[in-house]
T-cell receptor, first 115, second 111 residues
Framework: ETGVTQSPTHLIKTRGQQVTLRCSSQ?????VSWYQQALGQGPQFIFQ???????GRGNFPPRFSGLQFPNYSSELNVNALELDDSALYLC??????????????FGPGTRLTVL | SQQGEEDPQALSIQEGENATMNCSYK?????LQWYRQNSGRGLVHLIL?????REKHSGRLRVTLDTSKKSSSLLITASRAADTASYFC???????????FGKGTRLHILP
């Protein structure tokens, strides 16, 4: 059983650029959630994908978008990067579309720095 | 919006002592979960307690839930250096499927 993996590990971008982060969910899991974690803060929910459809979204602007593929891996895209987008981006997979009923398995995260 | 708030924000104790951290939340919940995070990496699920449960154990962990006070506590007994991490409580938003994390308690175990 493989765990959740994310790529890349670290990324440096400049303001205005676009970035794509990738996540491979744990085997057998059909739900992926993305979180943004600023330094010293708890993770903030961005959105969730369940069976290739967006299934819930937090308070993030439309320039944050995502995809889920038939193998349940997922991408997070952020357009027009801003300095405040600098954070650790975490993805988590679970076997249910209701993560509060079950544990989520987190990847190691992608550290994004926007200059 | 922040649903869960952990207390204290930071805690330093000697190895072997017990560590207690608390979580308070604002609205009614279905479940409450505790997660651990080492050095800004991925989170690890520790324990889930349902709203109709009052106490749950897992190894050296003991979690209590008081829905009347909208609070939970996580007790780590006989702490070890490897317990040094940030601990987060996470609750569901009650009206949707997302879960909401608090800001966490940073636990440091002194040798």
């Amino acid at each position: 059983e493989t765990g959740v993996t994310q790529s890349p590990t670290h990324l440096i971008k400049t303001r205005g650029q676009q970035v794509t982060l990738r996540c491979s969910s744990q085997s057998g899991h059909n739900t992926v959630s993305w979180y943004q974690q600023a330094l010293g803060q708890g993770p903030q929910f961005i959105f969730q994908y369940y069976r290739e459809e967006e299934n819930g979204r937090g308070n993030f602007p439309p320039r944050f978008s995502g995809l889920q593929f038939p193998n349940y891996s997922s991408e997070l895209n952020v357009n027009a990067l801003e300095l405040d987008d600098s954070a650790l981006y975490l993805c988590a997979s679970s076997s249910t579309s209701r993560p509060y009923y079950n544990e989520q398995f987190f990847g190691p995260g992608t550290r994004l720095t926007v200059l | 919006s922040q649903q869960g708030e952990e207390d204290p924000q930071a805690l330093s104790i000697q190895e072997g002592e017990n560590a207690t951290m608390n979580c308070s939340y604002k609205t009614s919940i279905n479940n409450l979960q505790w997660y651990r995070q080492n050095s800004g990496r991925g989170l690890v699920h520790l324990i889930l307690i349902r709203s109709n449960e009052r106490e749950k154990h897992s190894g050296r962990l003991r979690v209590t839930l008081d829905t009347s006070k909208k609070s939970s506590s996580l007790l780590i007994t006989a702490s070890r250096a490897a317990d040094t991490a940030s601990y987060f409580c996470a609750t569901d938003g009650n009206r949707d499927d997302k879960i909401i994390f608090g800001k966490g308690t940073r636990l440091h175990i002194l040798p």
